[in-house]
């Protein structure tokens, strides 16, 4: 289907996106995924390309560009290029509420011209060891003491953990208040007391490290706090929308991408005689699959253009997570149903395709978590 909400810019910005996707990561799957870290060479080729922080002011190396049709050709062009995720995801679609509009111009300074030219490496710490649905009952803190703040506790699930030279970490600065006593911290690489933990060994997304991280009597200055104090958990509510809405694009792209694998192996694997897909169980299928997929198009493009306008709400975004990675992953797993033997096995793109997308259903918020903030809305 024509979709109709990209005008010639984003033409040329997705031109430039798949050169990139083509040139410094699709060569290097095989061995990122082995070593389970992507290289900090594609990040500064990110960063040199311009497809790091274009939302960022262009006083910081930025260009001052809020409009996540780019965000969502970023996406759109690793899954098609049958690329593997390097993280940028996280820096482009997640952190730029908190880097950009929880930060002072100081902060800015520091850190902005890292972050846009591919440097500077970022996390977002909020899951821990006993919390990730429920943050609120966070149990990492931090404690003022003079000009410092001193974290200590433990977060898990990291993406970039292992790379990452900036983290903000969700703390709480009033163990008391619950989820009203929780502030954001940024730790830089190198903080005493802040360690790494282990590189988790997952079921798929190999190439993309996730970690654990501990933070013990870690120090960091006051001014490292961003946003208000104790006002950290509404900061995280407000920017999740953005950060759902950019996994349901990628779900659909990669349901996309195991679509038109699956229809080329149905057209050219032959089995009785014939092509698989010639068979009308798996030509309806196909069918059956196609025209899922063109809704769940229509539907993400739609709400792309609400969070372009201003007005995808909260549960308009869990609704979109929900709706669009549950269908994804079924339509993936029914691509992957064609392949038959072929698709259980690592080298086929089908089974990384398969491997990398079941957690769309789990992080950024579970499915479960997904119908009750849509459930909420209803009016009960
Ligand atoms: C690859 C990967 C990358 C990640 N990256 C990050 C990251 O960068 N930063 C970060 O902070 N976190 C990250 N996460 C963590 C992720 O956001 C959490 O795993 C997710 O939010 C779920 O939390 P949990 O694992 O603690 O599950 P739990 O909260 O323990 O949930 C367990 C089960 O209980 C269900 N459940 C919980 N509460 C309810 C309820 N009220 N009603 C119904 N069912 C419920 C859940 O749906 C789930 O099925 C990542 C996770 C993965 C796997």
């Given at each position: 289907m024509r979709r109709t909400i990209f005008t010639e810019e984003h033409d040329l910005f997705r031109e430039t996106a798949r050169a990139y996707y083509l040139r410094e990561c699709a060569p290097h799957t095989e061995e990122w995924e082995h070593d389970g870290q992507v290289s900090r060479a594609a990040w500064a080729a990110a960063g040199k390309a311009g497809l790091i922080g274009w939302e960022f002011p262009e006083g910081y190396g930025g260009q001052g560009i809020r409009d996540f049709r780019y965000n969502a050709i970023m996406a759109e062009e690793m899954a098609a290029t049958s690329s593997v995720g390097i993280g940028l995801g996280l820096q482009n679609d997640v952190l730029p509420p908190y880097?950009?509009?929880?930060?002072t111009d100081e902060q800015k300074d520091r850190w902005l011209p890292g972050v846009i030219s591919g440097e500077t490496v970022c996390a977002l710490a909020l899951s821990e060891p006993g919390a990730g649905s429920d943050l609120g009952s966070i149990a990492t803190t931090a404690r003022r003491d003079g000009d410092d703040w001193v974290i200590d506790g433990s977060k898990t699930f990291i993406t970039n953990g292992i790379l990452a030279d900036l983290v903000i970490v969700a703390c709480k600065t009033d163990p008391r208040a619950g989820h009203k006593g929780i502030s954001l911290i940024v730790v830089e690489r190198g903080t005493p007391g802040f360690e790494r933990g282990r590189k988790l060994d997952k079921v798929g997304m190999k190439a993309q490290d996730t970690a654990e991280l501990f933070f013990h009597e870690c120090r960091v200055p006051a001014g490292n706090l961003i946003g208000e104090e104790n006002r950290g958990f509404y900061h995280m509510m407000r920017n999740l929308p953005t950060e759902r809405l950019a996994i349901a694009v990628s779900s659909l792209a990669a349901a996309e991408r195991a679509f038109e694998l699956a229809l080329d192996y149905a057209k050219t694997r032959t089995a009785f005689g014939r092509?698989?897909?010639?068979f009308q169980a798996n030509r309806f299928a196909l069918a059956d699959i196609r025209a899922k997929l063109n809704a769940a198009r229509v539907y993400v493009d739609g709400c792309i253009m609400a969070l372009v306008d201003g007005h995808l709400t909260a549960d308009d975004a869990a609704a979109a997570k929900y709706w669009t990675s549950e269908t994804a992953w079924q339509a993936i797993d029914r691509c992957m149903q064609l392949f038959g033997g072929y698709g259980y096995v690592n080298e086929y793109e089908i089974a990384r395709i398969w491997r990398d997308n079941r957690v769309q259903r789990v992080f950024g918020g579970t499915s479960e978590i997904m119908q009750e903030i849509v459930g909420r809305s209803l009016g009960f």
């Open positions: 880097l950009g509009g929880l930060t092509p698989i897909g010639s």
